[in-house]
């Protein structure tokens, strides 16, 4: 769920095997490309994205039970079933009893899949974050691995919108968080996914204002915090954009194009609304073999929820446009 401000791009046509993006941009003005082609099954909200080993996409997605889609070419999509084909009983209290889990996070790690994945119901912070792992990613294979976080209606954070980042020095940093004080991070515990301590961190935030979905990604010397400003789930009607600002450290301090700090409510918007193309947001980052790939959801102008993907490239001061 996410971001604001302004893309850097000369006039880009690319066809790669995964994706078709058209871009025009400059720093005075923020035109964006649409997003790249893509075909098949591709009705998804918050959509997490990991490359297997054998080279295909596994995407996982908010829906009842977390619904799975899988690609060969980063083009086409089928669906291959939900996570949990049985249901997920242990998230319903935070739920009121829905099956619908959102925004999950997938990555492929030491031989195996970790899910991180948020339970909670619109607008409260009665909310948590679980752990699922799986062997094969497959529908049926998640094994629930138990509760992560939780944020109670006392607490000024909310536990969804879970993100794993792993840095170079194999710690594992769990970043999440939606509207309240802002985007938390916690450090985990590299063996078990859980909680390593009781510190969390505020990365990000807007003075209690519209600003979730982050996303940890480094590129270069710097690490990068995606995250999505304004709001979702409002089909063509929704306001979503994808922010970012920037840290030479994992936990922080992290800032925008002008020096602002995202805790002040800083972010350089690298995309929002054009034309048909309704509050993109909700993003996943991964370098694929020829570009790192954003991956997230817009909403169309019958306010379906649809697959974005379009590849990232960096001007000269190391920011990231989308192209």
Not at 225 to 244: E, K, P, Q
Not at 256 to 264: E, F, H, I, V
């Amino acid at each position: 769920m996410s971001f604001r401000r302004k893309a850097l791009a000369s006039a880009v046509a690319l066809v790669t095997a995964g994706a078709v993006a058209v871009g025009v941009g400059s720093a005075e003005a923020a035109t964006y490309p649409n997003p790249g082609t893509v075909t098949g099954s591709v009705n998804v909200h918050d959509p997490g994205i990991v490359k297997k080993p054998d080279g295909t996409y596994l995407i996982a997605h908010t829906g009842d039970n977390i619904v799975l889609k899988t690609s060969t070419d980063r083009t086409a999509f089928r669906d291959a079933g939900v996570a949990f084909p049985s249901g997920a009983s242990w998230t319903t209290s935070y739920t009121g009893g829905s099956r619908n889990l959102w925004a999950p996070d997938i990555s492929y790690r030491n031989g195996k899949y970790f899910m991180y994945y948020s339970a909670s119901t619109f607008g409260s912070n009665h909310s948590a974050i679980f752990l699922a792992t799986s062997t094969t990613g497959a529908s049926g294979s998640w094994s629930n691995q138990g509760l992560v976080i939780e944020s109670k209606t006392s607490d000024n954070f909310n536990a969804i919108d879970p993100n794993l980042y792993v840095d170079p020095s194999g710690r594992w940093w769990l970043s999440f968080g939606s509207f309240w004080s802002g985007i938390k991070q916690v450090q985990l515990n590299a063996t078990t996914g859980k909680r390593l301590d009781s510190t969390i961190r505020s990365l990000a935030g807007r003075g209690g204002g519209a600003i979730e979905a982050p996303f940890l990604f480094r590129h270069g010397s710097y690490y990068y915090l995606f995250v999505s400003f304004d709001l979702c789930c409002r089909g063509a009607s929704s306001t979503y954009r994808i922010m970012v600002g920037r840290s030479t450290s994992v936990t922080g301090p992290f800032v925008d194009k002008n020096g602002t700090a995202m805790t002040s409510s800083g972010g350089s918007e690298i995309l929002a609304g054009h034309g048909s193309i309704h509050g993109p947001g909700g993003q996943s980052v991964f370098t694929d073999s020829d570009a790192d790939v954003l991956v997230y959801h817009y909403y169309a102008d019958n306010g379906a929820a649809r697959l974005g993907i379009n590849l990232l490239a960096y001007d000269s001061a190391g920011w990231p446009y989308v192209y």
